[in-house]
């Protein structure tokens, strides 16, 4: 069973940074897509950053130069580094990965994440 866990959320004032980490259990792939999504209050959850085994990234615009997205194979372990941070980036974090199917390409679509962490929660005060 694939388990993801979330941790680094907490509160921040605006401009100020965090880091979150995700550590993955029971995943044996060797092509995926991991990803972050955030759900702000009263708004739909939304693709913040994702990468694949070979670490091709890509990033919503909201958050393209100030947040950063890797991976430690090692460890087992994603990160998200935020820098700059806004109040309307506060939301609950999630970590989320499926395995890539030959030929694909990863996504922002929701729906196409199979495993998800339970979440950590920022909050950018102004």
């Known amino acids: 069973q694939v388990q993801l866990m979330e941790s680094g959320g907490g509160s921040v004032q605006a401009g100020g940074s965090l880091k979150l980490s995700c550590a993955a259990s029971g995943y044996t792939s060797d092509r995926y897509c991991m990803a972050w999504f955030r759900q702000a209050l009263g708004k739909e959850r939304e693709g913040v950053a994702r990468i694949n085994e070979y670490g091709t990234t890509s990033y919503a615009v909201s958050v393209k130069g100030r947040f950063t997205i890797s991976k430690d194979n090692a460890k087992n372990t994603l990160y998200l580094q935020m820098n700059s941070l806004k109040p309307e980036d506060t939301a609950m974090y999630y970590c989320?990965?499926?395995?890539?199917?030959?030929?694909?390409?990863?996504?922002?679509?929701?729906?196409?994440?199979?495993?998800w962490g339970q979440g950590t929660q920022v909050t950018v005060s102004s």
């Open positions: 989320a990965a499926v395995n890539r199917p030959y030929g694909t390409m990863c996504s922002f679509l929701l729906r196409s994440y199979l495993y």
